[in-house]
Nanobody
Framework: VQLVESGGGLVQPGGSLKLSCEAS????SRWNMRWYRQAPGKERV????????????NYAESVKGRFTISRDNAKNTLYLQMNSLKAEDTAVYYC?????????WGKGTLVTVSS
């Protein structure tokens, strides 16, 4: 299993970014996927999740209405569209899959929200 995040960077408050996570080594379309984030000095926390075929999504309260999780099963890719970004969204963002009770993580992509 390999998960590779991309799309992070520096953005001003109020701006937008779209993160991607390319998955390989497993049948992507069969598994629910999640995004987590870890801010400096804090624990890693759940951001958003999506069902295997994309019909169901859920979000942390802190990002509801601003972030959108989606997936393209034909491309084995998970996305996170982030709008109205705030300084407190600064973190390393990770994609995650749990298969047969084993968790897999990518190396993360850094998002910095600053003026």
């Amino acid at each position: 299993v390999q998960l590779v995040e991309s799309g992070g960077g520096l953005v001003q408050p109020g701006g937008s970014l779209k993160l991607s996570c390319e998955a390989s080594g497993f049948t992507f379309s069969r598994w629910n996927m999640r995004w987590y984030r870890q801010a400096p000095g804090k624990e890693r926390v759940f951001v958003a999740g999506i069902s295997s075929v994309g019909g169901s999504t859920n979000y942390a309260e802190s990002v509801k209405g601003r972030f959108t999780i989606s997936r393209d099963n034909a491309k084995n890719t998970l996305y996170l569209q982030m709008n109205s970004l705030k300084a407190e969204d600064t973190a390393v963002y990770y994609c995650n899959v749990v298969r047969w009770n084993v968790e897999y993580w990518g190396k993360g992509t850094l998002v910095t929200v600053s003026s």
